[in-house]
């Protein structure tokens, strides 16, 4: 099992960037598909970026295409999320996990997109 811990969230004006990180404890990681979740208040937590092992292939919700990047490095066990032109919308808890998930999740970290 991986044990993960998510940093980088905060508060900015829509429009603006910022970049989340995912630091992985556990020797598997570098195996695992990982990808990073959302929950907004009253949603249910999506799925909106995942890369393969190697980081190779990489997957966007529709929502977030061509404004997120997902990446990793796996001699570091971190994942991040790049997030440019941020909305309103994308105001959520955002939360690293293997994908599938293996049932474990972080704290998350909030991120919140003033209009």
């Known amino acids: 099992q991986v044990q993960v811990m998510e940093s980088g969230g905060g508060l900015v004006q829509a429009g603006g960037s910022l970049r989340l990180s995912c630091v992985a404890s556990?020797?598997?990681?570098?195996?695992?598909?990982m990808g990073w979740y959302r929950q907004a208040p009253g949603k249910q937590r999506e799925l909106v970026a995942s890369?393969?092992?190697?980081?190779?292939?990489?997957s966007y919700a529709d929502s977030v295409k061509g404004r997120f990047t997902i990446s990793r490095d796996n001699a570091k066990s971190t994942m991040y999320l790049q997030m440019n032109s941020l909305k309103y919308e994308d105001t959520a808890v955002y939360y690293c996990?293997?994908?599938?998930?293996?049932?474990?999740w972080g704290q998350g970290t909030q991120v919140t997109v003033s209009s």
């Open positions: 996990a293997s994908v599938p998930t293996l049932g474990s």
């Open positions: 556990g020797s598997i990681f570098s195996i695992l598909s």
């Open positions: 890369i393969n092992s190697r980081g190779g292939s990489t």
